[in-house]
């Protein structure tokens, strides 16, 4: 997966990758300064490890603490300083996924994250068609599969969040897609013929 545009542009995408580029500005900021990083968690009432989940961009960011920050690293331009606090107010917003997150584990909002930024997708795949081309009724047999003891509700919601991933191809400029797939994969009846059939033709209009 390729993130982000060329050349040093702006960054396509939600919160995720905000937030991993204001923590990589962060820690630059901080060593260009010579700052440990338990010094700075220790001038936001923190610790040495939250800098580095900050800076890693795992956790979201107080707008107080980088106004803090930008203080002790010496950040003193106006401009630099309000772009770094708008990146926070953006990288603080709730993503669309934010409302899935009972349903998927931790990781997987962090990758659905980086797809939404991405300009390249490769997938390799054996067993299913990939997630990102299956239809509702395929995937909704896929999930029913994977664990079935699931209630109807957990199914819904499970489908919904893949439906929604497929939204980034109607964005402007959505990423291109490199699809290796198991002619087995193909061939394996997924909720029955008519809906493999589906799903198929769905692939070959290039969704």
């Not at 198991?182 to 769905?202: T, Y």
């Amino acid at each position: 997966m390729t993130v982000g545009p060329p050349g040093g542009a702006a960054p396509a995408g939600g919160p995720t990758v905000l937030r991993i580029l204001l923590g990589a500005q962060l820690r630059r900021l901080r060593e260009g300064a010579g700052i440990s990083r338990e010094d700075a968690g220790y001038h936001i009432r923190a610790s040495g490890s939250k800098i580095s989940r900050m800076e890693l961009g795992r956790v979201s960011f107080k707008e107080r603490d980088v106004v803090d920050l930008l203080e002790l690293y010496g950040i003193t331009d106006a401009e630099e300083r309000e772009k770094l606090i708008q990146l926070t107010r953006d990288a603080n917003a709730t993503p669309w996924w934010q409302k899935y997150q009972d349903v998927v584990p931790d990781w997987f909002q962090v990758y659905v994250g980086l797809e939404e930024a991405a300009q390249l997708i490769r997938v390799y795949e054996m067993q299913f068609v990939p997630g990102l081309l299956q239809t509702e009724e395929y995937a909704r047999a896929v999930v029913m599969q994977g664990a079935p003891g699931l209630e109807p509700e957990e199914v819904d919601r499970r489908v919904a969040l893949r439906m929604g991933r497929q939204k980034l191809f109607s964005k402007d400029n959505p990423p291109r897609l490199w699809a290796i797939v198991d002619e087995a994969a193909l061939r394996r009846p997924m909720g029955g013929r008519d809906v493999l059939r589906a799903d198929r033709a769905a692939d070959g209009r290039g969704r």
